[in-house]
């Protein structure tokens, strides 16, 4: 069964800075890996996709990195602003089955 | 373009009473259709998911149940709310373009059984 964990659960970084999160997830049979943002009471955006095959996918001062043999994704957040201030989910789809496998989140707030 | 509607945006309704939340989306055909629940301080739970009209899949033992009495709509149910039931549900859809199986989200409903 799947499993995948981001760490940390929370963070606080002043704006600015340059910040990554961390997924790391269980079975490496994955067809493609997904970052998403949450405000609070709100759905899910999608912020980039990653397919196995796919090393790293970048969009703006996002980039989402892919170690599937290690079972590890990052997303690096350049420059960061209050507005990047959010929930961010990673979530496997794995070869087998049509569901996501959700991480716990990371909660970030960037203070200005 | 394709978009999701999700409703209503929050609901507050006593124990014992029943529930129906829709989801219907719009700009594509058989779509993959999904009912998630997050509740307060822990991740997204896969409730149900369709690959087709009347096709539904159950992920978990609980007081709710889901139907697709069309393509493109998904709906929620329980007869009687359980207090437990409170949380944040959202529905999703995945569709296959390009080579890319990429998920999208509805805003949401919030629940709260009282």
């Known amino acids: 069964k799947q ?3 981001q760490i940390p659960a929370a963070l606080s970084v002043p704006e600015g800075e340059n910040l990554v999160l961390n997924c790391s997830f269980t079975d490496s049979a994955i067809y493609n890996l997904q970052w998403f ?3 609070p009471g709100k759905g899910l955006t999608s912020l980039l996709l990653i397919q196995s095959s796919q090393r790293e996918q970048t ?3 996002l980039n989402a990195s892919l170690d599937k043999s290690s079972g590890r994704s990052t997303l690096y957040i350049a420059a960061s602003q209050p507005g990047d201030s959010a929930t961010y989910l990673c979530a496997v789809k794995n070869n087998a089955g049509n569901m996501l496998t959700f991480g716990g989140g ?3 707030m960037v203070k200005p | 373009s394709q978009t999701i509607h999700q409703w209503p945006a ?3 309704q006593p124990v014992g009473s029943p ?3 829709e989801c219907t989306v719009e700009g594509t055909s058989n779509p993959n259709l999904y009912w998630y629940r997050q509740a307060a301080g822990r991740g997204l739970q896969l409730l149900f998911y369709s690959v087709g009209i009347g096709q539904i899949s159950s992920e978990v033992p609980q007081n709710l149940s889901a139907s697709r009495p069309q393509d493109r709509q998904f709906i929620l149910s329980s007869k009687k709310l359980l207090l437990s039931d409170s ?5 999703a859809w995945t569709a296959f373009r390009q080579g ?3 998920a999208f989200f509805g805003q949401g409903t919030r629940l709260t059984v009282v």
């Open chain 1, 3 to 5: 499993e995948v964990t």
């Open chain 1, 37 to 39: 943002r949450q405000d």
């Open chain 1, 59 to 61: 969009s703006g001062r």
């Open chain 1, 106 to 108: 990371t909660r970030l």
């Open chain 2, 10 to 12: 929050t609901l507050v």
């Open chain 2, 19 to 21: 529930l129906s939340l």
């Open chain 2, 87 to 91: 949380g944040f549900y959202l529905c």
């Open chain 2, 100 to 102: 890319v199986t990429e």
